[in-house]
């Protein structure tokens, strides 16, 4: 499964939020992330959205968000199927 993490590269729940989600990876359930840095990403709508925000999950873009500040990890394992 693929997601997609709203972050910032100095943000401490970022990093405990990717942690939290790769720890959920198994050989049955790949887990693949694109982690986009809000700050480095040259858009300022992109900023305006999520930088009160982040962390923010995603595992479809055109759906609500899984997650923001912490990971939910009930919703994730849910969405996993594990």
Do not use: G
Not at 3 to 18: A, G, I, K, P, V
Not at 37 to 45: C, L, Q, T
Request: net charge negative; proline share 6%; hydrophobic share 40%.
């Amino acid at each position: 499964m693929h997601f997609t993490l709203y972050s910032r590269s100095y943000c401490h729940l970022c990093q405990d939020m990717l942690d939290a989600l790769m720890r959920l990876r198994t050989p049955q359930q790949p887990i693949t992330v694109d982690v986009i840095d809000i700050d480095d990403a040259n858009d300022p709508e992109l900023l305006a959205r999520y930088d009160e925000l982040v962390p923010v999950l995603f595992a479809d873009l055109s759906q609500p968000e899984l997650c923001h500040y912490f990971l939910d990890e009930a919703k994730v394992r849910e969405l996993l199927k594990i």
